[in-house]
Nanobody, 123 residues
Framework: QVQLVESGGGLVQAGGSLRLSCAAS????????MGWFRQAPGKEREFVAA????????NYADSVKGRFTISRDSAKNTVYLQMNSLKPEDTAVYYC????????????????WGHGTQVTVSS
């Protein structure tokens, strides 16, 4: 049974930083992508970043390029999202996703999901 458990969310002032973690258990995802999405109240879930487990190739949404960095630790089976220069518009529930191989920017492109962690950025 695959489980994705996010952690690291919280309340931070604008300009601050947070690092989210997503610990995966139940299987490995070599040759697949793991990603981060976010969903603000009243809005659709949107793509943030993705990483290929084997090649470490990365993709980012334009809104976070240069501020967020996705990485993975294969020994810990964990994916991270380092978020710097946070803005109030980054406020959302952040979800970890796994099993992506195509349509990386769409939630339908991923098979497994975590329950999410809240990130709130105050102005």
């Amino acid at each position: 049974q695959v489980q994705l458990v996010e952690s690291g969310g919280g309340l931070v002032q604008a300009g601050g930083s947070l690092r989210l973690s997503c610990a995966a258990s139940g299987r490995t995802f070599s040759s697949y992508y793991m990603g981060w999405f976010r969903q603000a109240p009243g809005k659709e879930r949107e793509f943030v970043a993705a990483i290929n487990w084997s090649t470490v190739a990365t993709n980012y949404a334009d809104s976070v390029k240069g501020r967020f960095t996705i990485s993975r630790d294969s020994a810990k089976n964990t994916v991270y999202l380092q978020m710097n220069s946070l803005k109030p518009e980054d406020t959302a529930v952040y979800y970890c996703a796994a099993g992506g191989s195509s349509r990386l920017g769409s939630p339908s492109g991923y098979r497994y999901w975590g329950h999410g962690t809240q990130v709130t950025v105050s102005s």
